[in-house]
């Protein structure tokens, strides 16, 4: 899937990065507190030439990337329009309107989805070269004042930084309240994101073409806690029903919406009075909500099952002792075996490949 490989550039992109890191830091044997002052010159020097490097390494993952964005946004939209027209046709057989390939409507969300989804390309490229040299020099920076301070030698301030680095993982966007966010994080955003806006303005377009008014909201067990009041019911999208509420009483439209939001698996389906049956109803609250609580749960674990494995990347590439790559698989066994014990408690099925990290 083209949307799982624009995911991968980037997580491959993360892992370069770091392990690059790594292995212009390496592991500090040898240096001593009279030497500690040349071997931070010779790496401070070396930032340029770094960067330069991972400018490439970026470059190259852009390349590969934009174009298969671009075309997921046109595999998304038609899919959709194919869905979506089938739908209306079954209800509306005798309808005529605009084809899809014609739809002034269509040619604008496509237009619109290039121009955002590329954007948020380029703003994550810029924050991760940036980042790279940031935590090159924090790392540096970091270890050599722990050393300076007393109790540790170099190669193990060093290690317990990059540690900490890879656990955080590569800032792919810093927002305006400062928070950061991780590249695995970002990344899955934007696609996500991506994909659910233009199968949404896709759906929007269809329906303004068809002068479609009346929408059913799916239902599903474990929806977020916040979908509940609103799945499995059928809605006017232009408020002026006098039966049915209007769709803007809902949380539709919203990042984080019932449809609309990013991981919100609800769809909207034609309603058409006299013609559709409704085939979606309320689900329980209490047993939602708890169904919701364990996926959550096993996002949690998988993503620190990750985390370790990065962290046992960097480590190789810094050529650090054996010691320290014994306790780091340690981390990784134990972050497992915690999956493994959540999953006979739930019944869940295991994700393996969400444990997964790219191979550099």
Known sequence: MLSQQIIDIYLKLEGLLLDSIGKAVGNGAGITLE??????ADKLQDASRLQRQHLQTVTQAAKSANPKMRKMIRETAAGEGVRV??????????????SYSDSANIAKVIATQDIEALTRLELMNATMLKQSSSIYLEIITQASAEFVGGGITLDEALTKTAKKWAENGMPALIDRR???????????MVVKNTQKNVGNKVQEARFDDYEVDLVEVSSHAGSRPTHLEFQGRIYSRSGKSKKYPP???????EIDGIVTGINCGHRLYVYIEGVSVQRHFPYDKKASIAIYKESQRQRLLERNIRKAKHQLSMLKSMDVAEKDLKDARRIVSHRQAKMRRFINKTGRTRRYNREKIVET
């Open 85 to 98: 027209e089938r739908e209306i046709r079954d209800r509306l057989p005798d309808k005529s309107v605009v």
């Open 35 to 40: 030497t500690l002052a040349q071997w931070r």
């Open 178 to 188: 400062g928070a950061r966010w991780s590249t695995e994080a970002y990344v899955n």
């Open 247 to 253: 769709l803007s009483s809902t949380t539709y439209g």
